[in-house]
């Protein structure tokens, strides 16, 4: 069965700082692949979305995550963190391609001042 | 645009009593439509998705069901809730063509607390 492992429950960092959330998948083909965030209670929106080609993935707010197939990973990254980032990262996968996508447990990210 | 409503927001409701939370969705046609559960600190569980009108497929077995009357309404339901059942219920769309391809539209969500 396909997984996701999201290795970081909790991050911290400061503003300003870089960031790279961690997400790793199982299972043997490439799945489609995506990140969203989750302000406290409320829905989750898409950050961004690999389905093939190039293996570095621009998404909005300023994020961006590379696919890396010999890795099975799917790491998400941004330069530097602004307060308003701190938020839950969950990573998805889909192989179906029908939308039922399986969820990592989530990172939640704190940002100092 | 499309728009995805959920409600009620927020519900308690003691355990034996029934269930049912609602999830329309507009602007789009013959979309995709999910449920999905999120228990606290754990990512989101399928509970159902349904490709059209009366199609559901159930994808845990659980104490819950749902329903889709319309094409863009979607419905879970409980006839008598368990404590297990407490968690944060999302709905969510989505479309299987073009560049939004499994992309989910996620709704705000309902949190029910069963006591």
């Known amino acids: 069965a396909q997984s996701v492992t999201q290795p970081d429950i909790h991050i911290t960092v400061s503003e300003g700082a870089s960031l790279e959330l961690r997400c790793n998948y199982s299972?043997?083909?490439?799945?489609?692949l995506f990140w969203y965030v989750q302000s406290p209670g409320q829905g989750l929106q898409l950050l961004l979305k690999?389905?093939?080609?190039?293996?570095l993935v621009q998404g909005i707010k300023g994020f961006e995550a590379e696919f890396k197939r010999s890795q099975s990973s799917f790491n998400l990254r941004k330069p530097s963190v602004h307060w308003s980032d701190a938020a839950e990262y969950f990573c998805a996968v889909d192989y179906t391609n029908a939308g039922k996508s399986t969820f990592g447990d989530g990172t939640t990210l704190t940002v100092k001042p | 645009s499309q728009t995805i409503h959920q409600w009620p927001a927020t519900l308690v409701q003691p355990v034996g009593s029934p269930l049912s939370l609602e999830c329309t969705v507009e602007?789009?046609?013959?979309?995709?439509l999910y449920w999905y559960r999120q228990a606290a600190g754990r990512g989101l569980q399928l509970l159902f998705y349904?490709?059209?009108?009366?199609?559901i497929s159930s994808e845990v077995p659980q104490n819950l069901s749902a329903s889709r009357p319309q094409d863009r309404q979607f419905i879970l339901s409980s006839k008598k809730l368990l404590l297990s059942d407490s968690g944060f219920y999302l709905c969510?769309?989505?479309?299987?063509?073009?560049?939004?391809?499994?992309?989910?539209?996620f709704g705000e969500g309902s949190r029910l607390t069963v006591l």
């Open positions: 349904s490709v059209g009108i009366g199609q």
């Open positions: 299972y043997g083909a490439t799945p489609y």
């Open positions: 969510a769309w989505s479309v299987l063509a073009g560049a939004d391809t499994g992309e989910l539209f």
């Open positions: 690999y389905f093939s080609g190039d293996t």
């Open positions: 602007g789009t046609s013959n979309p995709n």
